[in-house]
């Protein structure tokens, strides 16, 4: 199954080739071992003397599935390629060697041109430039164990390892039901199994080196785990469920690009290493809760495009850095809470519009960055971070079709950020201390619904906000500073109620003007003053 990486999908936004592509083979590298060469790798490979190891099978046909042959690859064209030259793949080492001149050109250099979007390291830079300088030594690869499936009938439990290594002493590569393991297997012959359930019983690893597809669900829920291994799963037809094991480190996936179901992974407070790094769509749900030890999600999910259903991340106490550098669509929610180290917050810079977003109760999150690109939104709530200064990261938002809410923050001072917002359902700033103006929403101008400015102890002045229509009513409550409204008198219509109550230093005369500003024939409802001002 083709496993595109982000760092040449970059979702159409860059390709994989440029202006200085390349429109015939480069010099070729030698296919034969060079002058000189001595040493073994082990595998038959002969090196010259200043080369390590690195062969095709151990280093470079890796390499280049990881960072070139989303693009490269000769079973894509067109647009498939992003720019890619076509004729110019990298999937098998013969192909390597004719290019190899052009590749160490454009991939080993410090910033390399390719891949586009970057992403791999100086280390494999390096290593990448030896073993070419080296002559792109090793092998092709013998044809892969699962290229042809044998189904061995019905469901199988391995409770050990001499149960797992008895079933591949036979021809089977394939269960047709469910597999369950238990503590510390490793099961080197299966390729695809219906399902995987993790015993509660099992201890230390679980390993199943070749697996390639899961037809069903895959479970380890309240086991004494220490690792879960599928190094090159790429799909599964359920979900993944990895919940409540105390002893759970690892979790590797590293090549799975299709997980249909929910992606359910909460409650492991030893969880350090999360590795679905080329995961592309998660069918269902994404729930990233109450991992303790879980300091960051990049890579884990930087080549996710495509969410079903919701997104959650909560409660991960060492949580600094969150990812989704890529995703594009989310078909339910995203709450992202109580994550007490993340100090700020990037991510879903490829997404234009998702539906309802939350960002609440962070202890230490001072930046918003995230969300670039968003143009609309159903919702946004954004509560209760305490340091957090303002909302930098929505600069293209243009509409918010529900509720745009702010509630709580002792920092929170500037709505700068929100220029390009037009439209709103309803505003609600309730609570917000730090705020002193509505400085930041000049260009906001329809709340189809209320707009409610309550209980904001530091706020002195209502400017800086270019509402003109209001379709529900005008709520300004327990405003104990306020004693401004000016940006007020550029309303229109009020659909329902005016309500100015509560706001200590408030001249009820700038009440009384407003309602002849505004007219009381535009106004559908009641005018409701009292407790304004001395």
Not at 176 to 196: F, H, I, N, Y
Not at 500 to 527: F, H, K, M, S, Y
Request: hydrophobic share 45%; charged share 20%; glycine share 12%.
């Amino acid at each position: 199954m083709l496993r595109v990486w982000l760092l040449c999908l970059s979702v159409s936004l860059v390709g994989c080739g440029d202006d200085d592509a390349p429109v015939g083979p480069a010099e070729p590298q030698p296919t034969t071992p060079m002058t000189g060469m001595t040493g073994d790798t082990g595998t038959g490979v002969v090196l010259p003397t200043d080369c390590t190891v690195l062969t095709w099978q151990n280093f470079g046909k890796g390499f280049m599935d990881t960072w070139c042959n989303a693009c490269h690859s000769s079973s894509l064209a067109g647009v498939d390629r992003q720019g890619a030259p076509d004729g110019v793949n990298f999937e098998h080492l013969e192909d390597v060697r004719l290019w190899a001149a052009r590749i160490d050109a454009r991939a080993t250099p410090t910033p390399p041109t390719m891949p586009v979007a970057g992403g791999n390291t100086e280390l494999e830079r390096q290593q990448l430039k030896e073993w070419l300088d080296c002559g792109a030594p090793g092998e092709e690869l013998p044809p892969p164990q699962c290229s042809v499936l044998s189904s061995a009938p019905g469901a199988h439990a391995f409770a050990d390892q001499a149960e797992a290594d008895a079933f591949c002493e036979g021809s089977d590569n394939a269960i047709e039901g469910a597999l369950s393991l238990g503590t510390g297997v490793e099961v080197t012959c299966l390729c695809e199994v219906g399902s995987v359930a993790v015993d509660a019983a099992a201890t230390g690893h679980v390993v199943l080196p070749q697996l390639r597809h899961v037809r069903g669900d895959i479970e380890a829920v309240g086991t004494g785990l220490e690792g879960l291994v599928m190094e090159r799963l790429e799909a599964v037809d359920g979900g993944l469920a990895v919940r409540d094991n105390a002893e759970l480190a690892s979790v590797d996936l590293r090549v799975a690009d299709v997980i249909a179901g929910d992606i359910d992974v909460q409650g492991n407070p030893a969880l350090v290493d999360l590795d679905l790094s080329r995961l592309l769509t998660a069918g269902g749900d994404v729930t990233l809760v109450d991992n303790d030890a879980l300091v960051d999600l990049f890579p884990s999910t930087v080549s996710l495009l495509t969410v079903g259903g919701d997104v959650t991340l909560g409660a991960n106490a060492a949580l600094t850095d969150v990812g989704f550098l890529s995703l594009a669509t989310v078909g339910g929610a995203i709450d992202i809470y109580d994550n007490d180290a993340l100090v700020e917050l990037a991510g879903f810079t490829f997404g234009m519009g998702f539906n309802e977003v939350t960002i609440r109760d962070h202890a230490q999150l001072e930046v918003l960055r995230g969300f670039d690109n968003a143009r609309t939104l159903e919702s946004l709530t954004i509560s209760d971070n305490p340091v957090l200064l303002g909302v930098t990261g929505f600069v293209n938002l243009g509409e918010v079709s529900g509720t745009l809410a702010f509630r709580g923050g002792d920092a929170f001072d500037s709505f700068v950020g929100l220029t390009a917002l037009l439209t709103v359902g309803s505003l609600e700033v309730d609570g917000v201390a730090g705020m002193r103006s509505l400085d930041g929403l000049d260009n906001l101008a329809t709340v189809t619904g209320d707009l409610v400015v309550r209980g904001n102890t530091g706020l002195e002045k209502i400017n800086g906000l270019g509402v003109t229509t209001i379709g529900g009513s005008l709520m300004v409550d327990d405003n104990d500073r306020l004693d401004a409204i000016v940006s007020l008198f550029g309303v229109d219509t009020i659909g329902a109620d005016l309500v100015v109550t509560g706001n200590a230093l408030l001249d009820p005369r700038r009440v009384d003007e407003l309602v002849d500003q505004i007219g009381a024939e535009d106004i559908g409802g009641a005018v409701i003053a009292y407790d304004n001002g001395p």
